[in-house]
């Protein structure tokens, strides 16, 4: 019982409102951002699937966001317990069991691409990757997805990182870290697209992430665009739940969701500035997938004065970025087993990270040695990814809304929006509930159904 009230103390620790938009935000902003969002907007097409994407997130998972920190305050529990707190015996809690286990499906890959960033500060310090030739940086990123030992490694070491910093339960330490590393890796994006920006040639890639063309468009472009609208701000899998339930009555949840978003946004727009007018510049294709921030990249900072330190620098902060998320992720399944089935929370942080670097191996070696092994004709990193994304964390995003506007229904949802009346936001309030009522569950349930070839 002390255990667990400490857990529960340690658990409510958001100190300020400046805390709690810290750590929201380092958990929205990290590989989506820089690595994802580019590069899937690449594959769909530019500018149109960007349109498609911001519509995304306003009726789809701002929404089911704000729906996730309203359930984890009012409760103040993990991703099952909340359900479980809210209602007796019905099946709501299978939504919190599907966000532990998407969580854990995430963190399998996102674990390979953070592995591979943290190499590359070290590739990025010794030089190897210091090239303006993107032959040659597209080699050094093939020898190192095509390899075993040193990919599993740096996922490994990844791992245990994340793994440390939850078990000690500096979440406070880390994010006071995240505070003043944020505005440096914004600093350092602004950079980067000052010198992509002047490349020569850099009109083309504004062309690509700025003017539509809507012929690009079908339903599997809608669908990959609301997946990574859920990705990208961590929703439809019981994170914001979990962090929900970490803040203070006083909070303004709606609010402190749309800085979030907005916030989040503007950091990915950066990362396609920073990274598109190169790959035009340079020569490359933006349909490249995943490898554009490890090719690319590089050879815009070695085409710049002092490229050498700000690509460790810039390699630095994504690989903070994508700790601030890694500790959100994990911490919904450890938050899970440490309330659910009382284990201590070293016991259940060990426990998950082993567990995931078992399959977690399997994304970082679906380049190599598990090539062959082929699902749906996808490797198991893209299996992984395409599951979560566009399946689990809209499917959960579609409950989330369910809950919110039919179980929880406009009354007692209304005290969580609004802080009891404090707030004044009524009125937001009532196109909040249109939103989670009808028109989300709606057109999640479509786009999810028509982007899997259904009809
Ligand atoms: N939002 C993170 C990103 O864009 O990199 C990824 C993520 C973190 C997804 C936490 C889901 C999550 F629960």
Same mark, same amino acid.
């Given at each position: 019982?002390?255990?667990?009230?400490?857990?529960?103390?340690?658990?409510?620790?958001?100190?300020?409102? /400046?805390?709690?938009?810290?750590?929201?935000?380092?958990?929205?902003?990290?590989?989506?951002?820089?690595?994802?969002?580019?590069?899937?907007?690449?594959?769909?097409?530019?500018?149109?699937?960007?349109?498609?994407?911001?519509?995304?997130?306003?009726?789809?998972?701002?929404?089911? !966001?704000? %729906?996730?920190?309203?359930?984890?305050?009012?409760?103040?529990?993990?991703?099952?317990?909340?359900?479980?707190?809210?209602?007796?015996? =019905?099946?709501?809690?299978?939504?919190?069991?599907?966000?532990?286990?998407?969580?854990?499906? /995430? !963190?399998?890959?996102?674990?390979?691409?953070?592995?591979?960033?943290?190499?590359?500060?070290?590739?990025?310090?010794?030089?190897?990757?210091?090239?303006?030739?993107? =032959?040659?940086?597209?080699?050094?990123?093939?020898?190192?997805?095509?390899?075993?030992?040193?990919?599993?490694?740096?996922? /490994?070491?990844?791992?245990?990182?994340?793994?440390?910093?939850?078990?000690?339960?500096?979440?406070?330490?880390?994010?006071?870290?995240?505070?003043?590393? !944020?505005?440096?890796?914004?600093?350092?994006?602004?950079?980067?697209?000052?010198?992509?920006?002047?490349?020569?040639?850099?009109?083309?890639?504004?062309?690509?992430?700025?003017?539509?063309? $809507?012929?690009?468009?079908?339903?599997? @472009?809608?669908?990959?665009?609301?997946?990574?609208?859920? $990705?990208?701000?961590?929703?439809? !899998?019981?994170?914001?739940?979990?962090?929900?339930?970490?803040?203070?009555?006083?909070?303004?949840?709606?609010?402190?969701?749309?800085? @979030?978003?907005?916030?989040?946004?503007?950091?990915? /727009?950066?990362?396609?500035?920073?990274?598109?007018?190169? +790959?035009?510049?340079?020569?490359?294709?933006?349909?490249?997938?995943?490898?554009?921030?490890?090719?690319?990249?590089?050879?815009?900072?070695?085409?710049?004065?002092?490229?050498?330190?700000?690509?460790?620098?810039? $390699?630095?902060?994504?690989?903070?970025?994508?700790?601030?998320?890694?500790?959100?992720?994990?911490?919904?399944?450890?938050?899970?087993?440490?309330?659910?089935?009382?284990?201590?929370? #070293?016991?259940?942080?060990?426990?998950?990270?082993?567990?995931?670097?078992? @399959?977690? %191996?399997?994304?970082?070696?679906?380049?190599?040695?598990?090539?062959?092994?082929?699902?749906?004709?996808?490797?198991?990193?893209?299996?992984?990814?395409?599951?979560?994304?566009?399946?689990?964390?809209?499917?959960?995003?579609?409950?989330?809304?369910?809950?919110?506007?039919? #179980?929880?229904?406009?009354?007692?949802?209304?005290?969580?929006?609004?802080?009891?009346?404090?707030?004044?936001?009524?009125? +937001?309030?009532?196109?909040?509930?249109?939103?989670?009522?009808?028109?989300?569950?709606?057109?999640?349930?479509?786009?999810?159904?028509?982007?899997?070839?259904?009809?």
């Amino acid at each position: 019982m002390e255990e667990t009230r400490s857990e529960i103390a340690q658990r409510e620790g958001f100190s300020s409102s /400046i805390g709690v938009i810290a750590a929201t935000l380092g958990s929205a902003v990290g590989l989506g951002n820089i690595w994802k969002f580019p590069y899937v907007t690449g594959q769909n097409g530019g500018a149109a699937f960007i349109l498609i994407y911001l519509i995304a997130v306003l009726l789809g998972s701002l929404p089911v !966001m704000i %729906s996730e920190l309203m359930i984890g305050r009012k409760t103040n529990a993990n991703a099952v317990g909340a359900f479980k707190k809210l209602t007796k015996r =019905e099946p709501w809690f299978l939504v919190g069991v599907s966000g532990v286990l998407s969580a854990f499906l /995430i !963190m399998a890959f996102y674990t390979t691409v953070a592995g591979w960033v943290f190499s590359y500060i070290f590739k990025a310090a010794t030089g190897t990757i210091h090239s303006t030739n993107p =032959e040659q940086t597209s080699a050094v990123f093939q020898g190192l997805v095509s390899g075993v030992g040193e990919p599993l490694f740096w996922q /490994i070491l990844v791992l245990g990182i994340t793994g440390v910093i939850i078990m000690a339960g500096v979440a406070k330490g880390i994010e006071r870290v995240t505070k003043i590393l !944020m505005p440096i890796l914004f600093v350092l994006l602004v950079i980067v697209d000052i010198r992509s920006l002047t490349l020569p040639g850099a009109a083309e890639g504004l062309k690509f992430l700025f003017l539509p063309d $809507f012929s690009k468009i079908s339903f599997g @472009v809608v669908l990959a665009a609301l997946g990574l609208a859920f $990705f990208k701000l961590s929703v439809g !899998m019981g994170t914001m739940t979990t962090y929900g339930s970490y803040m203070g009555k006083e909070e303004d949840l709606p609010r402190t969701a749309l800085k @979030v978003m907005l916030a989040d946004t503007l950091v990915s /727009i950066m990362a396609g500035v920073a990274i598109f007018p190169a +790959v035009f510049a340079f020569g490359f294709e933006p349909k490249s997938g995943p490898s554009l921030l490890f090719i690319t990249i590089p050879t815009v900072f070695a085409s710049m004065p002092f490229g050498r330190f700000f690509m460790v620098l810039f $390699f630095i902060l994504v690989a903070v970025a994508a700790t601030g998320a890694m500790l959100s992720l994990l911490e919904v399944p450890v938050a899970y087993l440490v309330e659910e089935h009382k284990l201590t929370r #070293r016991v259940a942080t060990l426990l998950t990270i082993v567990a995931i670097a078992l @399959v977690g %191996s399997t994304a970082t070696l679906s380049t190599s040695l598990l090539s062959q092994h082929l699902f749906f004709g996808k490797n198991l990193f893209d299996l992984y990814d395409f599951v979560t994304s566009n399946i689990l964390l809209p499917l959960g995003g579609i409950f989330f809304a369910l809950f919110v506007g039919w #179980r929880w229904g406009y009354k007692g949802m209304l005290v969580e929006f609004s802080n009891d009346g404090r707030l004044r936001n009524e009125g +937001v309030a009532k196109i909040f509930f249109i939103l989670v009522k009808f028109v989300a569950p709606i057109a999640i349930t479509l786009v999810l159904l028509a982007g899997l070839g259904v009809f």
